[in-house]
Antibody
Framework: EVQLVESGGGLVKPGGSLRLSCAASGFSFSTYSMNWVRQAPGKGLEWVSSISSGSGYVYYADSVKGRFTISRDNAKNSLYLQMSSLRAEDTAVYYC????????????WGQGTLVTVSS | SYVLAQPPSVSVAPGQTARITCGGKNIGRKSVHWYQQKPGQAPVLVVYDDSDRPSGIPERFSGSNSGNTASLTISRVEAGDEADYYCHVWDSTSDHYVFGSGTKVTVL
């Protein structure tokens, strides 16, 4: 069974940093591109970042480029999102998500971790 | 940047058909995917590559895509179909994923 379990969310002050993690199991993690997608309270889905299976390609939404860094450790079956210079508008549930095929649909999602940016 | 437009809401009686549109410039040239999200839950893929269904998704869910509009159709709507629905594409021009704004389906 495919499982994606996010952790690392919490309350952080504006300008602060936070690192999210996603533990993957039940599939060959190293062969799939992975994503972070977020959802602000009461709002729609917003794609944040993607990383290819071997980390050779990374992509970022304009809203986070230069502040967030996506990475992965295939030996640990883990995906990460390092977030810095956080703003109130970064407050959201952050989902870890697997691409079925690179640059195609997302077939599995974690349950999400809440990040709240507030003073 | 590429924009996907969805109607904010669609209302439908049980047993009837709901159609949710997703508008985008030349979206017919892209592969469109659709997700269902119920309150407090993660999204679930219901249609991928315009019209394919993942295993476990009822045949009542179907998709189409042509020109500047993609559509998700839910036939014989049930109370359990009440949810938010999002369309989704990869934009190769910007190397970005794009989600539609979402449509809330209400079953009357």
């Amino acid at each position: 069974e495919v499982q994606l379990v996010e952790s690392g969310g919490g309350l952080v002050k504006p300008g602060g940093s936070l690192r999210l993690s996603c533990a993957a199991s039940g599939f060959s993690f190293s062969t799939y591109s992975m994503n972070w997608v977020r959802q602000a309270p009461g709002k729609g889905l917003e794609w944040v970042s993607s990383i290819s299976s071997g980390s050779g390609y990374v992509y970022y939404a304009d809203s986070v480029k230069g502040r967030f860094t996506i990475s992965r450790d295939n030996a640990k079956n883990s995906l990460y999102l390092q977030m810095s210079s956080l703003r109130a508008e970064d407050t959201a549930v952050y989902y870890c998500a697997r691409e079925r095929i690179t640059r195609a649909d997302i077939d599995y999602w974690g349950q999400g971790t809440l990040v709240t940016v507030s003073s | 940047s590429y924009v996907l437009a969805q109607p904010p809401s669609v209302s439908v009686a049980p047993g009837q058909t709901a159609r949710i549109t997703c508008g985008g410039k030349n979206i017919g040239r892209k592969s469109v995917h659709w997700y269902q999200q119920k309150p407090g839950q993660a999204p679930v893929l219901v249609v991928y590559d315009d019209s394919d269904r993942p295993s476990g998704i009822p045949e009542r869910f179907s998709g189409s895509n042509s020109g500047n509009t993609a559509s998700l159709t839910i036939s014989r709507v049930e109370a359990g179909d009440e949810a938010d629905y999002y369309c989704h594409v990869w934009d190769s021009t910007s190397d970005h994923y794009v989600f539609g704004s979402g449509t809330k389906v209400t079953v009357l």
